[in-house]
């Protein structure tokens, strides 16, 4: 994996107090860790892992041989288990493929670490499989089970593990571990992922590398059929477009840091989220402040029906119908 294993940056306080707990000699067999996808379960489970198989003084020191492995994911003692392809389930038979290891000394350290990634996934038989383990659990394994939540497991696996759940993180968190992590990005397309991201740095990191791009796109062809010679291009706009619900939240939700970019445009002010300052300055002029202000508040409200679960395409051609009415 390509990350710090040292990073804390993300679910501090989990990581601090299972460092204590460690430390303490409180380390249970089992424990199941419960997140949103993007929420850092993974960096969570390793940085775990890292801190059991460290040969460090304060663990995880990050610079041991057995730290440097876990960064690399070449532990000998480090077992990760996940569906085999995106979408699938985890079977009973991989489960079983744990007991090949589980009861022999570890290679190198104390202790062997398994993580379960999408633990949710696991099918009845994996799950009853896993509890096995559980029952007589070998004193020198440790399993980290991740989850959406909890409930997604059966009772009886959680009631046999420590729970550990993950919050989403502040923007102004993610927004400062990105601008680290991409100093040369455009400001407006990192605080634009991290505002799209809800508490999801995972997610955030998602958006900026790759699904923006394409969103951004279209929203940048909306804005210019908005303010070109014949709006009623907006009107077909959505006929063309498969959203998903998504997808339609994150366009809606640019729309309205684009209106707001050009409305900061006809105020002079020259920083701008989305928009290149000169297209935020050609479109100012083409728009009223109000009509500008009722176009973000449509969106604001097509925004709010989506989230509702109203029906997608509805609520998007109405909200095109509503723009080409306000600026014809
Ligand atoms: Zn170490």
């Known amino acids: 994996m390509a990350w710090d294993i ?5 679910n501090r306080s989990q990581k601090d107090s299972f460092c204590r707990e460690l430390t303490s000699g409180r380390l249970s067999h089992a424990y199941i860790v419960e997140g949103e996808t993007g929420f850092g379960k993974t960096f969570f489970a390793y940085f775990a892992a890292a801190a059991i198989l460290c040969r460090g003084n304060v663990k995880p020191c990050g610079k041991c041989n057995s730290c440097v492995k876990i960064n690399h994911s070449t532990h000998p003692d480090l077992f990760v288990i ?3 392809k995106e979408g699938g389930i985890i079977t009973v038979g991989m489960v079983r493929e744990i007991k090949k290891t589980v009861f022999f ?4 350290a104390d202790k062997k670490v398994y993580i379960i990634k999408d633990g949710n996934k696991m099918n009845v038989q994996a799950q009853n499989a896993l509890l096995k383990f559980f029952e007589e659990p070998p004193d020198s394994a440790v399993f980290f089970i991740l989850t959406d939540k909890k409930e997604s497991l059966l009772p009886t696996v959680v009631s046999r593990g420590r729970i550990i759940t993950l919050h989403p993180s502040s923007k102004s968190e993610i927004n400062a571990w990105l601008y680290e992590k991409f100093p040369r990005k455009d400001k407006g397309e990192i605080e634009y992922a991290a505002s799209m991201a809800e508490g999801s740095p995972g997610k955030a990191l998602s958006l900026l590398e790759k699904k923006q791009a394409e969103i951004k796109d279209d929203v940048f062809v909306f804005t210019s059929l908005m303010f070109g010679d014949s709006v ?3 009107v077909y706009f959505f006929k063309l477009k498969k959203y998903d619900r998504n997808k339609a939240k994150e366009f809606l939700s640019a729309i309205i840091t684009v209106t707001n970019d050009i409305i900061r445009a006809k105020q002079k002010f020259e920083s701008f989220t989305l928009l290149p300052a000169e297209k935020a300055a050609g479109y100012a002029k083409k728009a009223t402040e109000t009509k500008l202000m009722n176009i973000a508040n449509e969106a604001i409200s ?5 989230s509702a679960n109203g029906n997608i395409n509805l609520i998007l051609n109405f909200f095109a119908l509503k723009v080409y009415s306000n600026l014809k």
């Open 232 to 234: 009623s291009g907006v």
């Open 105 to 108: 000394l570890p290679n190198e």
């Open 82 to 84: 996940s569906p085999e």
């Open 302 to 306: 097509a925004y709010e029906g989506i």
């Open 6 to 10: 040292l990073d804390k940056k993300f």
